[in-house]
């Protein structure tokens, strides 16, 4: 095969509802020169036999198939696989309008290429409506990327999908996505990205359509080990204060950033007590005690109450007995309590 101008990865797992409109979006695609890359993440329905009929009619399409190891190891997958100069992803859910390639594209040209990052707008696809997600065209250099944390961070446009990368900066600088991260791992993604990047293109297109599922399980059904999430979170923080330290950003004006965090941090407390990992009690107090000793200032500013349960919480954490929060955490999971950080808690 040629190298084609773009590479499309897309992850698929379990999708078989929603297999077709998204790859036959793509082949309906205006600008031609590009390939597919379907990495089939060991999913028990018909979704991996399906990309596998679309390889045999249409040579531009090669699939992948791999035990499941959730959508970062797949996308990375992709990556490794590219052969494309440019590299956006899309959802297996979601679906692209036929200019979608062909607006990126344009909007690269404009750049002379080069090693930027080509960010276009979106649709929120819902059961009865469709809401477009209006951005303001821009261009961003080096020098403005603290807008970043300061104030896309909390927003809509950190998403991996609806992009144009540059592969040999991805290649070059070694940027991945983090294996087990389930939560952020398209911020991480681009925050990474941007650290290299000569530019930033936004521009208000609406050729992606985001298909938002009710069905999709809260954060608690993702939840991994305390290691990893705890791991996850330091990953973030890591990031934002390079970015801080770089561009010299006022704690004020991390607020934002601070927020989306929260979610993060979140994670970290249900991964100690979620049902399927049951850690013993002294493993819990040590956890807590490793949490709490040497991040106080951390924790009041990612500890974000959302409801009273988390804000006796927060208060037990920071001013009690790691005991205490421990037999709170315990009775909230023993009666079923559901409003707690804004999720279920089960």
């Known amino acids: 095969m040629n190298m084609p101008v773009i590479s499309i990865i897309v992850p698929v797992y379990n999708v078989e509802k929603y297999i077709h409109q998204c790859i036959d979006s793509i082949l309906l695609q205006t600008f031609t020169d590009f390939e597919v890359l379907l990495v089939d993440d060991g999913a028990s329905d018909h979704s991996g ?53 062909n607006e990126l594209y344009k909007c690269l ?10 960010l276009g707008s979106f649709e929120w696809v819902y059961p009865t409506r469709i809401l477009p997600v209006s951005v303001e065209d821009m261009l961003l250099y080096h020098a403005d990327f603290y807008r970043l944390i300061t104030e896309f961070i909390c927003g809509r446009m950190m998403y991996v999908w ?10 070059s600088k070694k940027i991945a996505f983090i294996p087990d991260v389930s939560c952020f791992e398209d911020m991480l993604f681009v925050l990474d990205y941007c650290c290299y990047a000569d530019y930033i293109l936004i521009k ?14 809260t954060l608690s059904s ?54 399927k990992n049951q850690y013993s009690y002294s493993k819990r107090i040590r956890y807590l005690r490793e949490l709490t000793l040497n991040n106080r200032n951390e924790i009041k500013r990612m500890f974000l109450p959302a409801y009273l349960a988390d804000k006796i919480a927060k208060y037990l954490l920071l001013y009690c007995s790691n005991v205490c929060f421990d037999i709170w955490m315990r009775f909230l999971y023993k009666i079923n309590f559901r409003r707690m950080f804004g999720h279920k808690t089960n």
């Open 49 to 101: 036999s399906i990309c596998d009929e679309y390889a045999h009619r249409d040579s531009r399409i090669r699939v992948f198939h791999q035990e499941n190891a959730g959508v970062s190891v797949a996308r990375n997958k992709g990556l490794c696989e590219a052969i494309g100069e440019y590299v956006t992803f899309v959802d297996s859910d979601d679906w692209i309008k036929p200019d979608y390639l």
């Open 162 to 171: 609806g992009k144009l990368f540059n592969r040999e900066l991805i290649i």
């Open 204 to 217: 208000s297109n609406y050729n992606y359509c985001y298909r938002v599922s009710y069905s999709t399980d």
């Open 222 to 275: 993702r939840i991994n080990s305390y290691e990893c999430e705890l791991s996850i979170c330091r990953e973030f923080l890591l990031r934002l204060k390079l970015y801080q330290d770089y561009y010299a950003i006022a704690d004020a004006e991390m607020q934002n950033a601070w927020k989306t965090i929260t979610v993060l941090f979140h994670k970290v407390i249900l991964a100690i007590y979620c049902h």
């Open 109 to 118: 040209l404009e750049r002379n290429r080069g090693k930027g990052l080509i």
